[in-house]
């Protein structure tokens, strides 16, 4: 079992910086690949980003809409994974989730491939 906690989100202007934070506790933190959905109302859920375990650092894969605005990193000292989000917009606001899919090395992009799920941070950007 793996227990996911986010935290970080909140209410902001267009054009600012974020970090948002997902802490894990529960079984091994580094036999995990991590990502980040979100998910805006009246609509599905999306990928954001997701890192794997290799060595030490992680392989990355971002969705297009958040390259190079978006990074994601882990710090598997701390059990934590981190999404640091700037130049935000309104496009950006959604509920963003924190997920865990126990395979170190192998990244997805599928929500259905990730086997736990924190409850969501909402992040809302006004314009």
């Known amino acids: 079992q793996l227990q996911l906690v986010e935290s970080g989100g909140g209410l902001v202007q267009a054009g600012v910086s974020l970090r948002l934070s997902c802490a894990a506790s529960g079984r091994s933190f580094s036999s995990y690949s991590m990502a980040w959905f979100r998910q805006a109302p009246g609509k599905e859920r999306e990928f954001v980003a997701a890192i794997s375990v290799t060595w030490n650092r992680g392989i990355t894969d971002y969705a297009d809409s958040v390259k190079g605005r978006f990074t994601i990193s882990r710090d598997n000292a701390e059990n934590t994974v981190y999404l640091q989000m700037n130049r935000l917009s309104p496009e950006d606001t959604a509920v963003y989730y924190c997920?865990?899919?126990?395979?170190?090395?192998?990244?997805?992009?599928?929500?259905?491939?990730?086997?736990?799920w924190g409850q969501g941070t909402q992040v809302t950007v006004s314009s």
């Open positions: 997920a865990a899919k126990n395979t170190a090395t192998v990244i997805s992009t599928r929500d259905y491939e990730y086997k736990y």
